[in-house]
């Protein structure tokens, strides 16, 4: 698990803003400081998963000093700490049965959402997993 700082700001007439350091791409809004908390959290998790996907690597979280001292912490009004589980990177190939029926619905979804099919079964795992925990 890594845990990585966002960094909360606001400009007059604006919704409060959310920028991640390691992450100069990602950013959020919110209304208050709690939905701006919430929506950086739900973006910096969604940045990651399309990086991994994507092939790339993380980086390593910057120290709450480092963060500081970034431009994105000019008139910061608050830190963040958001907790990220990076999936490990080494992918296992698998052999499973499934009706033939089944693989085609998977496929043919997944293709309709630009997704692999690998993508489409971890993610749909996942997302049954999440619900039973």
């Not at 920028?19 to 908390?37: H, I, K, M, Q, Y």
């Not at 963040?80 to 499973?96: E, F, K």
Request: aromatic share 6%; proline share 5%.
């Amino acid at each position: 698990m890594a845990t990585y700082i966002g960094i909360i700001h606001k400009d007059t007439g604006s919704d409060y803003g959310v920028s991640f350091p390691d992450f100069p791409g990602c950013v959020s809004v919110g209304r208050d400081l709690d939905e701006a908390a919430r929506m950086g959290k739900e973006a910096l998790e969604l940045h990651i998963q399309g990086m991994i996907e994507d092939g790339w690597t993380t980086p390593d979280p910057r120290t709450l000093e480092a963060a500081q001292a970034h431009e994105f912490a000019k008139n910061a009004l608050a830190y963040i700490l958001v907790d990220v589980t990076t999936p490990s990177r080494r992918a296992i190939r698998v052999s499973i049965t499934i009706p033939e029926d089944d693989l085609d619905a998977i496929d043919r979804y997944a293709k309709n959402h630009g997704m692999k099919r690998s993508t489409f079964l971890v993610e749909s795992a996942r997302e049954v997993i999440a619900a039973h925990e």
